[in-house]
């Protein structure tokens, strides 16, 4: 590994242990502070793959990321630049740099990547004739599937469909998985208003959707989503997002509901009986959006964890609560599960920690699934004739092959059931960190849910930028939100070095 | 190759000669007809690649086909299943099932194969080791772009930028391409009403965008569109589509206005007076939708021949009356060549048929590019601000790469001025059809539009069925189009099959 054979030839400053370490290592703080090894150590996943700990060469963009910047801004806008990238050096939980900077990665590619950089067996999966023949031969799923694209599904995809959903409709990414699942509920609500799927679409009907208007656009209907949601950007999905201003302004947006989610106090179970409380009245707003909005939701949508805006929580509870009164009503429950998904919660699916009796109606899934689309069960969810739920390439079947090589090891690997048990770890020693400097890890989030931990900093985008300074790379959201969105092959020996640099930041200024 | 290995082992009922064909070889009609050659020939651009011609052995579905269907079906919505494809046995024009039926293919997944199936150069350029790192070390390109990326952009898809458009932003397929433009148009347009760039968004603006509000949602504005367009199937790009009605129907829509595309006669130069009045009509009423429409347009977006919508053709001056109008008003003029782009025209852009003076504001592809974005070139239309156009993937490498290696064989076997030259040859053969039996190929139009060829005909849909069981797969668009759309390595001698099919197709019945 190329990466790791730079790091040999680096002048080490500190050394990490391969072994974990129980306590942060003291090391004296500099200007321009370095982490390197001395050689490469086994992983505990795969041989020969990570460095000990990150290198921190130059500032961040140093001189060969600048040059390269001022050169890709001509014709890319890198306004939202936040690190040029070295794939080729990038090695598990190991992000590098054209300038020899090689960072602990706990962003992942906005908590994209699940089984690191470079992953030795996805590289095989890469290689192989189907996936080549997935990438230069790609099909129009819908009209020319591949002979083969039933068991693609069966063995990938539909392997870990959530329990009571079985069939998938395959797509890019989050926001048109998001959309066409969007898409499937004011179908879905609209043949049954018009009295089942054999009914015919009207003259009226048809004449008014050409022109964009009612009956024949349901512009009678909404999606009801949460304040502080995110669920794309495209027109029907920033509709339902509800993060910032800045990803909304200036776009048209449909006249649907919002309602509050739960704003709870943290850490959970230290108030429990008052952030149930929130969550009944939460729960009795969607109930009045629901019966009283003037244009009435066909579906709910809504994420295990508000990601995008800030890390926000809330209970089972309320997510049975959320169930049974879309149940009541009629109305579709879609969970958005883009960034919960595929382990990190330290269950494959983030809703898999509510026992749900009753699945949810639509699942979306995304980023660490490397490919997109929604799960459904209810066979109604099939629109009642075919090309109304269709575009030309309906995902990408090479992306569907390296999703099945991502389950394949994730299940070979047992990474779901290592994520929460790292996650625990992690999070014990965040709780000790908020002890010990409470000003600067407010609201420590994330509590048996893997990874996905999150923590509030008062100084956030200095904190971000000093973590790269320290050697790690970490991603915010919300209004002061510190995100962790480590891979899953993220082990305790890493979270030992996040710690570390966590307490420098804060001990820093 | 093993399809070629395939048909080497089957049965020679007919023989293609490999030479060119100068007219329809006379072929006994048999129930169920079968082309095969003994002996795969030398293709004119890559060696041992293709059959000589179509195979057909069983009726399609044929008996592996219609099982594997059935099973898909458990999973995957199939009722717009065209053909279940055997894409390892496909090679170059030649799509293949599992019941060893070959076709020839001028559909090609919806218009979107350029180089033909199993091309060896795209199979060398998947095998790379910068296309595996695309793959599987998949970026957030607009925060983490790989150091390389400039000149991915540079080497690849800026490389064959429309004139005068030398920017880039990355899309994922058609519709979020055509979305993304539209959101760049309506900032654009709200950053000049503001009074430019450096005006910060009011209060008020801020707090009315996240309740789907104006002024902070543009709903005071709206994107123009022709009826009978196609522009993707997401919500907002749904809503500038007005082809068919179950497209559209329960989906809900803007508000937004639709001009009339000029409904022409075919042959367009037969009738060019008629013709010229026609367009004038169709920009006057853009005009004064333009200046009178509730909600004002801040861009125009046109297909340089609508495709989906039956494939409908307008002259270079209509798009040039189009660019001048725009420009007069202050709208924005977008492209749309996702189906016309890439080639098969006899250009690379469709657009560049026009001989336009003042390019269009942005110009959209997909499709043939295996990949997605709009070009601009106009520094104001990167929005204001970063983040505001953005997204998690933002594209993707391993596709981008791709379209590339597309690109670089393209220029290398000089295949659109291939495609221009074919295209003569194709519609000269039709021609004669059309006079030989002119209720059965009527509207023939494409005349000078490379292979990107159509005529309507009265059994359409029995038409394209026949065209099967007669071993060649075609489209259809509109109400009764039969289109054509061959790769760019269609040669004189697939045109001569083509030709041979479509006579006997029509004589058949």
């Given at each position: 590994?190329?990466?790791c054979?730079?790091?040999?030839?680096?002048k080490?400053?500190?050394?990490?242990?391969?072994?974990?370490?129980?306590?942060p290592?003291?090391?004296p703080l500099?200007a321009?502070r370095r982490f390197?090894?001395s050689?490469p150590t086994?992983?505990?996943?795969y041989?020969?793959?990570?460095?000990?700990?990150p290198?921190?060469k130059t500032?961040i963009?140093?001189?060969?990321?600048k040059?390269?910047?001022?050169?890709l801004?001509?014709?890319?806008?890198?306004?939202?630049?936040?690190?040029?990238t070295d794939y080729?050096k990038?090695t598990?939980?190991y992000i590098a740099?054209?300038?020899?900077?090689?960072?602990l990665?706990?962003?992942?590619?906005?908590?994209?990547?699940?089984?690191?950089?470079?992953?030795?067996?996805l590289?095989?999966?890469a290689?192989?004739d189907?996936m080549?023949n997935?990438?230069?031969?790609r099909p129009?799923?819908?009209?020319?599937?591949p002979?083969?694209w039933?068991?693609?599904?069966?063995?990938g995809i539909l392997?870990?469909?959530?329990s009571?959903?079985?069939?998938?409709?395959?797509?890019m990414?989050?926001?048109?998985a998001n959309e066409?699942?969007?898409k499937?509920?004011?179908?879905?609500?609209?043949?049954?208003?018009?009295?089942?799927?054999?009914?015919?679409?009207?003259?009226?009907?048809?004449?008014?959707a050409?022109?964009?208007?009612?009956?024949?656009?349901s512009?009678?209907?909404?999606?009801?989503?949460?304040?502080?949601?995110?669920?794309?950007r495209?027109f029907g999905s920033l509709?339902?997002?509800r993060s910032?201003?800045?990803?909304?302004?200036?776009?048209?947006a449909?006249d649907?509901p919002q309602a509050?989610?739960?704003?709870?106090?943290?850490p959970?179970?230290?108030?429990a009986?008052?952030?149930?409380?929130i969550?009944?009245?939460a729960?009795?707003?969607?109930?009045?959006?629901?019966?009283?909005?003037?244009?009435?939701p066909?579906?709910?949508v809504?994420?295990p964890?508000?990601?995008?805006g800030?890390?926000?929580?809330?209970?089972p509870?309320?997510?049975?609560?959320?169930?049974?009164?879309?149940?009541k009503?009629?109305?579709l429950?879609?969970?958005d599960?883009?960034?919960?998904?595929?382990g990190a919660?330290g269950?494959f699916w983030?809703?898999?920690?509510?026992?749900?009796?009753?699945?949810?109606?639509?699942?979306?899934?995304s980023?660490?699934a490397?490919?997109?689309?929604?799960?459904?069960?209810?066979p109604?969810?099939?629109?009642?004739?075919?090309y109304?739920q269709?575009?030309t390439?309906?995902g990408?079947?090479?992306?569907a092959?390296?999703?099945?090589?991502?389950?394949?090891?994730?299940?070979?690997?047992d990474?779901?059931r290592?994520t929460?048990?790292?996650?625990?770890?992690?999070?014990?020693?965040?709780e000790?960190l908020a002890?010990k400097?409470?000003?600067?890890?407010?609201?420590l989030r994330?509590?048996?849910?893997?990874?996905?931990?999150?923590?509030?900093?008062p100084?956030r985008?200095e904190?971000?930028?000093?973590?790269?300074?320290?050697?790690?790379?970490?991603?915010?959201?919300?209004?002061?939100?510190?995100r962790?969105?480590?891979?899953?092959?993220?082990?305790?020996?890493?979270?030992d070095?996040?710690i570390?640099?966590?307490?420098?930041?804060?001990?820093?200024?």
């Open positions: 590994m190329s990466a054979r730079a790091l040999r030839a680096s080490a400053l500190v050394r990490y242990s391969a072994a974990r370490l129980t306590r290592v003291a090391v500099e321009r390197a090894v050689a086994m992983s505990s996943f041989p020969d793959w990570e460095p000990d700990g290198t921190v500032e963009p140093g001189p060969q990321a040059a390269a910047i001022v050169e801004n001509e014709v890319f806008d890198t306004r939202s630049l936040n690190m040029l080729s990038s598990g939980n740099d054209p300038d020899g900077n090689v960072l990665d706990v962003y992942a590619q906005i908590a994209s990547i699940p089984l690191g950089y470079n992953n030795p067996v590289r095989k999966a290689r192989t189907a080549i997935g990438l230069i031969n129009a799923l819908g009209n020319f599937p002979a083969e039933a068991e693609i599904l069966r063995t392997k870990v469909a959530p009571g959903l079985n069939q998938v409709f395959t797509a990414a989050g926001s048109d066409t699942a969007y499937a509920a004011f179908m879905y609500r609209r043949q049954r208003d018009r009295g089942g799927p054999n009914v015919e679409f009207t003259e009226e009907e048809m004449n008014s050409m022109v964009n208007q009612s009956p024949g656009a512009n009678q209907l909404s999606i009801l989503s949460f304040k502080t949601a995110f669920h794309g495209l509709s339902t997002t910032k201003p800045i990803h909304k302004l200036d776009i048209p449909f649907w509050t989610f739960p704003q709870l106090k943290y959970l179970d230290a108030h009986a008052e952030n149930a409380e969550e009944r009245t729960l009795d707003e969607v109930e009045r959006l629901i019966t009283t909005y003037h244009l009435p066909c579906a709910v809504v994420e964890i508000q990601s995008e800030g890390d926000n929580h809330a209970t509870a309320f997510f049975r609560g959320l169930r049974e009164v879309t149940r009503h009629g109305v429950l879609i969970v599960e883009v960034q919960t998904g595929v919660t269950r983030a809703h898999e920690h509510w026992d749900l009796h009753d699945p949810p109606d639509m699942v979306t899934f980023k660490k490397q490919t997109a689309g929604y799960y459904f069960g209810n109604e969810l099939r629109p009642n004739k075919p109304r269709f575009n390439w309906m990408d079947p090479a992306r092959l390296l999703f099945r090589a991502i389950i394949d090891e994730v299940e070979r690997l990474l779901v290592h929460a048990r790292v996650g625990e770890y992690l999070y014990e020693k965040l000790r002890d400097y409470p000003g600067e890890f407010r609201n994330g509590k048996g849910m893997g990874t996905f931990i999150a923590f509030d900093n100084r985008d904190f971000l930028a000093k973590a790269k300074t320290f050697g790690v790379n970490i991603g915010g959201s919300g209004q002061s939100a510190v962790l969105r480590p891979m899953l092959i993220f082990e305790e020996k890493h979270a070095i996040l570390d640099v966590l307490e420098r930041i804060v001990t820093s200024w």
